[in-house]
């Protein structure tokens, strides 16, 4: 890679349950608004992501990164 994306951030310190952040779509909205380009999504948080469901679709997979392109967020 010869040039850096950034900034990104690790969304497992600001996941939780109260909006935006308990879902991929609003959390990655909320990234984005604060300058971000990209997030890391911590795959043991079923509110953001469902790892099982992950590894049996590609689909949701295509799907996910889908809403985080929507956001103008890329999955790093």
Known sequence: MR???GPAIFLAQFAGD???????DSIATWAAEVGCRGVQI??????????????ES???CDT???????CNIELT
């Open 58 to 60: 590609k689909t949701y």
């Open 42 to 55: 911590p795959s043991w948080d079923e509110r953001l992501f469902d790892i099982r469901k992950a590894a």
């Open 3 to 5: 040039i850096i994306k």
């Open 18 to 24: 109260a909006a935006p952040f308990n879902t991929l």
């Open 64 to 70: 996910l990164h889908d809403a985080l392109r929507n």
